[in-house]
Each structure stands twice: as structure tokens, then as C-alpha cells.
């Protein structure tokens, strides 16, 4: 069955990095684009950043365009997401989410992991 | 960008009852480019409906989708005890995608 698991999260101050990690298994991870979608406390999920299945074509949103970077490894079944210079705005539960397509084009979600909280505090 | 609207933000009912749950866009969703996922506390988002209307796999029937432009609506034709949880709206059609603040369902 798919499973994906995220990892990387944790309590960090403002201005510093964090690496976060979407390991995937029971498919064919090289057929799909993936997203990073995340939740801060009480709020709706919101759109962060997309890879193609292969990697040649990712986008960000606004709101993290500059401090992010978005990669996988198709030898590894993982998917990465670099943040760097974070700030109190970016704590929220990270969630990687599989798209059914392989392309970068905006779409829905038809699995999605179980999240890694980033928690930016001082 | 386009903004979800989610009424009502709370909706207070008794198992077996009737659901009925609205999203409504500022501009119209290209194509009805529109899914619902359902999230349990502490759970992740779990699919539902994408295209408006087309059910996701393993979704029981008492569910349904309908609507296009920007009104859009999620029923619950009866209740079950796992269906008490928060529902969002994402819409597709325009990018950067964008989610709903939530509609909660809670016991009454």
C-alpha cells in the first residue's frame, strides 16, 4: 500500500535551516510529482512547493520563494525540502501529498503522509 | 490567487443526520477543478472528491460531491461516528492551488 513518511522536523530558532525528508513506498515513486503542503496550528493546509516526477520542473509559493528548495532522489524513493532563514510564520505541520500525474501542473492530492511539525521559536 | 470560502465553520449534528457543506470561490474553477479531503484529529487529509464530483477510491457512498463555477458542496447523506472530523475544499484549476479554512462536523 502507499506510505509516504515524513522526518526532519523539530524546534528551531528564527533565522536557521532545517531539512525535511519524505521517504516513499508501495509504488513507483519516479511516476509521480510531489507536493509539500503544510498546516500551521488551527488553520487551513496551504501550498508550498512541487516537483516534477523527475525533477527538472519545481515551483514555489510566494510566501517561501527564496528560502526553499525542493529535490528528491528517485534512487531512494525521498523527496526533500530545504528551509532555510525560517521565521515564526513558517511553524506548521509539514505534510508531503503524492499527485496523481507526473507533471508540476497544479493538482490534488491522493495520498499524503502523516506531517513533521517545524515549531520556529526563540 | 482564488480564495475558498467554507460555510458553516462549525456544523453541529447527531449521528444518522444529514450534512451539508459549502465552498464557495471568488472567481470561477477552470474545468470544476475542485477535491474535499477529510481530516481526523491528528490524522492527515484523506482524499475525497476531486473534479467536483468524482468520488476517490474507497469512499463510501453516503458521500457526495456537486456543483461548478463557485458554488460547490459536500453532503453527508448519514452520519457515521467516524465522519465527525474537519472538511476542506481545494481548488486546482488555478495555480497556486488554494484550501478552504475548514468546515468542522461535531457531535450535537
Known amino acids: 500500500q502507499v506510505q509516504l513518511v515524513e522526518s526532519g522536523g523539530g524546534v528551531v530558532q528564527p533565522g536557521t535551516s532545517l531539512r525535511l525528508s519524505c521517504a516513499a513506498s508501495?509504488?513507483?515513486?519516479?511516476?509521480?510529482?510531489f507536493h509539500w503542503v503544510r498546516q500551521a496550528p488551527g488553520k487551513g493546509p496551504e501550498w508550498v512547493a512541487v516537483?516534477?516526477?523527475?525533477?527538472?520542473?519545481?515551483y514555489y509559493a510566494d510566501a517561501v520563494k527564496g528560502r526553499v528548495t525542493i529535490s528528491r532522489d528517485n534512487s531512494k524513493n525521498t523527496m526533500y525540502l530545504q528551509l532555510n532563514s525560517l521565521r515564526a510564520e513558517d511553524t506548521a505541520v509539514y505534510y508531503c501529498a503524492r499527485a496523481p500525474y507526473p507533471g508540476s501542473a497544479t493538482y490534488y492530492f491522493d495520498y499524503w503522509g502523516q506531517g513533521t511539525l517545524v515549531t520556529v521559536s526563540s | 490567487e482564488i480564495v475558498l470560502t467554507q460555510s458553516p465553520g462549525t456544523l453541529s449534528l447527531s449521528p444518522g443526520e444529514r450534512a451539508t457543506l459549502s465552498c464557495r470561490a471568488s472567481?470561477?474553477?477552470?474545468?470544476?477543478?475542485l477535491a474535499w479531503y477529510q481530516q481526523r484529529p491528528g490524522q492527515a487529509p484523506r482524499l475525497l472528491f476531486y473534479g467536483a464530483s468524482s468520488r476517490a477510491a474507497g469512499i463510501p457512498d453516503r458521500f457526495s460531491g456537486s456543483g461548478s463555477g463557485t458554488d460547490f458542496t459536500l453532503t453527508i447523506r448519514t452520519l457515521e461516528p467516524e465522519d465527525f472530523a474537519v472538511y476542506y475544499c481545494?481548488?486546482?484549476?488555478?495555480?497556486?492551488?488554494?484550501f478552504g479554512q475548514g468546515t468542522k462536523v461535531e457531535i450535537k
Open positions: 508501495g509504488f513507483t515513486f519516479s511516476n509521480n510529482a
Open positions: 472567481q470561477s474553477v477552470r474545468s470544476n477543478y
Open positions: 516537483i516534477s516526477y523527475d525533477g527538472s520542473d519545481k
Open positions: 481545494q481548488q486546482y484549476g488555478d495555480s497556486p492551488g488554494t
